[in-house]
Structure formats: C-alpha cells, structure tokens
DNA sequence: TATGGTAGGTCAAAGAAAGTCAGTAGACCA
DNA sequence: TGGTCTACTGACTTTCTTTGACCTACCATA
C-alpha cells in the first residue's frame, strides 16, 4: 500500500463518529512515518478536500498544529451542488468526490452513489469527443441525475404517494 | 497461439467463480510474458470489454495497479441487455423502455430507474456533437448503468457484506 | 521591539507506473 | 496477391507519489 493511503486511513480512524476532529503536529507525524513533513500537506489536499467534507485549520510557530474537521455541510446540498458547485465543467475525480459525500450523509444509497460513477466515468464517456467537452457532458449528466433525485425527495415530501429517494438511514443514529 | 490469447487465458484462469477480481502490475505482467507492457492494454481493450462483461479499473504512479472485475454472469438478463440488446447505439424512447422493464421486474427501484432516464435525457446529453454520436453515447452510459447494478448485485450474493441493488420485492411474487 | 527558535506552507523536480496512438507485421481470405 | 482484420511494439503522455529546498507565521524573551 501507499505511504499516502496509509497516512489517510491512519487520520480516518483517529475521526470517530463521535469525534469530527482531528488534532496534530505535523512534524510528528511525519517523523512516526518516516517521510518528508510536506507529504502530509500532499495527503490533506488530495484526501482532505471540501469536496470530501473536510476542512483543514493549522497554526505555525510553537505550539503549531493542523486541526482536520469533518463538516457536513447540510441545507439544501442538491440546491448547493446542482446551482453552484458543478457549474459548466467537472473532472471524474472531482464529481466522484461529490457523489461520495451524498453516499456518506445518506442522501443516496451506495446503489445510487454507484450507478452515477458509472454514469460519469470517463469509460461511459469514452467517445471521440474533446475533454473540454466531456467535462461538460459530465456536469450536465450529473446535474440532471442530482435533479431527479432532488424532485424525487420533493415529491415524497409533499404528497407521500411516491416513495423518495432519501435511503432508511441504517445505523446512523 | 497467439501471445494475446495466452495472456487472455492466464487472466480467465485467475477469475474463478469465488474469485471474480484480480489485480495486476501491468509491467510485472508483461516482463512474465516477455512483451511490451501496451500488449497487457491490448488483450484487456480486446477481451475484457464491458460486453464481455467485464471492468477494468487502475491506476497510475507509485503503486499503480490493474484491476480486472468479471461482472455479470452468462445468461443473466444484464448480459443479455449489455452484451445484445442495447448493441453501439441507442434512442432515448428505446432506452426508456428498457429501463421501465427492468423497474417493471423490480430488478431496479424507481430512484434508480429515474437517476438512469434522467442521465440519458437528450437534456442531459445535450452538448453540440452529432446525434448519432449521442446515441452512441446513451449506449455507453447505460451500459455502464447497468454493469454498475450487475455487480453490485453479485457482490451482494458473494460476501452479503454489501447491500445488493435488488429492491425488496413488495407485493411481487 | 528586535530576534531567534519552532513549526507549518509551497513548489518544483524526480520517480513510478499506467494510458495512448500511430505505425508495422502477420494472418486470413477472396 | 492484394486487402482487410488482428496482433504487437515503442515512443510519448498523463497521473500519482515522494522528497527537499526554501518561505512564512507565530511565540518567547532579551
């Protein structure tokens, strides 16, 4: 296994269901693992994302530290992501990233979270077409799936005639 | 025989009915067989396709790997609809039809079969390219769809870890 | 209020591994 | 024997990881 997925899976297990965050020194971890300090940096900004829930707060100089907390972001996160967040253009990588977090608040099943990877993956949109626009391809198909799911919940809501999509949520209390 | 269906088989011989997954190391695998590592793309481009039933996931740099996942089983009624059915291209009203019968044999939910209609809109695959690419590319998406669903559905019958697609059958017999 | 130590941030470069594609060679068939 | 399809290769590209040199912020205290 990577270095880099080790470090991450370490930080996830010290972020409990009842602990949303994390504090530590980054020198520290660095030196248990022994790799370059800057690799953590690396793991917090290819891991540790918005777009995975997470918000990162540090502090240099003595006593420094780097605090990691997950947020759930909640509200409206369709209206969120479907008028503001996507946008013309998104990458696989980015709009996997956003389908994860529907899964991990329960707002989708994880049939749903994959059915719509599969939707987006660059495999499915494997045309010969230019990136630029598969990446607005991807947008508009993943906007129209959230769109529907969003309508759904609604319609469920309003009427209780039509089952919506938001999934029994098991175990989580 | 040809090298191609040497390594062909050599993958088939590790997919076996408990072991539907493998991973390889592209370089390890063609330093074995002593040619160069894009003959590995090559046989999985040619044997491995999504209407053979099969996924290809990877990826890169350190550590990279390929994974090769068989998914649907022969004479399954995705197989059917991956590997005959739906064919290079597709029409929206077709596709739609296809997507109802399968909510109609409650192999799907209604929320899946929505998000499915939903991704292969002409709205949402409404970017300047021909429409016959269009079609080709409904076809894509919904294969992907529906091999996504296939194998969820055989990992829940393998390891019952994880919840299979199938939705509880109400008041069908 | 300088100043030096402490600790995190940034970035570019190197390394690792897979992907792509165009071109060549071989096989099969009319 | 010419044409078309399949197999194969190598050069080049892309993506992901890891490191180290250098930068910046904060704190204590002289």
Redesign the interface.
Known sequence: ??LS?TIESFIKTMLTQEEPEVELKRNELAEYFGCAPSQINYVLATRFTIDDGYVIESRRGGGGYIRIVRVIQSGSKFRYLIGERIGETIGEVEAGKLIGQLEAENLI????A??????I?S???????PDS?KD??RA??L???L???AR?NREGQASAK??P?IPSQNGVS
Request: hydrophobic share 45%; proline share 3%.
């Open positions: 296994m990577r997925d099943t994880s049939c749903e994959d059915i719509m990877r599969s939707a993956s495999q499915a949109l494997s045309v010969p077409i626009m607005a391809l508009r198909v906007k129209a799936m769109t529907s799911i759904k039509k089952a999509c």
